[in-house]
Antibody, heavy 117, light 107 residues
Framework: EVQLVESGGGLVQPGGSLRLSCAASGFTFNDHYMDWVRQAPGKGLEWVGRTKDRGRDYATEYAASVKGRFIISRDASDYSLYLQMNSLKTEDTAVYYC?????????WGQGTLVTVS | DIQMTQSPSTLSASVGDRVTITCRASQSVNIWLAWYQQKPGKAPKLLIYKASSLESGVPSRFSGSGSETEFTLTISNLQPDDFATFYCQQYVTYPYTFGQGTKLEIK
């Protein structure tokens, strides 16, 4: 069973940095695409970015709203996905979800709250 | 970016009703369209993928249809557990984009 557990959220000041982690289990971590998706309080869902699989050299894609500020990476040795968030803005306040794709279908973590204030 | 527009934004219905939610894309997404259900404080749950394929374990009263730019999610015989917010998402072109959501309320 695919399991994803996010951590690292918290309160940070505007202009600050934060790194989120997502611990993955139940699938071959290196062979699957993974995304970050966020949801501001009371708002809809926003796709943040993606890291592709090992066969595609873990290439990344980003939403325009975070490109140049956020970096997605993964550590294959401990099955962890990361989201490094720099130059944070108040509008980055959201619950951040990690999403893993197996057989083309998404599996979601429970999310971690980031508050920029 | 591909814009996804859902209608209506809010929908009031009763248990046993049949409801339809529409999602329109600003350009063709072929059949690369998913539907999610989200309840307060929870992660979204996948209902439909590739426009009309039912995710395993999802009740058959949920169905999806459409292609290119127009899609629908239909829920037949509404049950109390179905009341939630629903989102469509295109996954053909980066950045992947979601609709703004449709809140399904009990009448």
């Amino acid at each position: 069973e695919v399991q994803l557990v996010e951590s690292g959220g918290g309160l940070v000041q505007p202009g600050g940095s934060l790194r989120l982690s997502c611990a993955a289990s139940g699938f071959t971590f290196n062979d699957h695409y993974m995304d970050w998706v966020r949801q501001a309080p009371g708002k809809g869902l926003e796709w943040v970015g993606r890291t592709k699989d090992r066969g595609r050299d873990y290439a990344t894609e980003y939403a325009a709203s975070v490109k140049g500020r956020f970096i997605i990476s993964r550590d294959a040795s401990d099955y962890s996905l990361y989201l490094q968030m720099n130059s944070l803005k108040t509008e980055d306040t959201a619950v951040y979800y990690c999403v893993a794709y197996t057989s083309g279908l998404p599996h979601w973590g429970q999310g971690t709250l980031v508050t920029v204030s | 970016d591909i814009q996804m527009t859902q209608s209506p934004s809010t929908l009031s219905a009763s248990v046993g009703d049949r409801v339809t939610i529409t999602c329109r894309a600003s350009q063709s997404v072929n059949i690369w369209l998913a539907w999610y259900q989200q309840k307060p404080g929870k992660a979204p749950k996948l209902l439909i993928y590739k426009a009309s394929s039912l995710e395993s374990g999802v009740p058959s009263r949920f169905s999806g249809s459409g292609s290119e730019t127009e899609f629908t999610l239909t829920i037949s015989n509404l049950q109390p557990d179905d009341f939630a917010t629903f989102y469509c998402q295109q996954y053909v072109t980066y950045p992947y984009t979601f609709g703004q959501g449709t809140k399904l309320e009990i009448k």
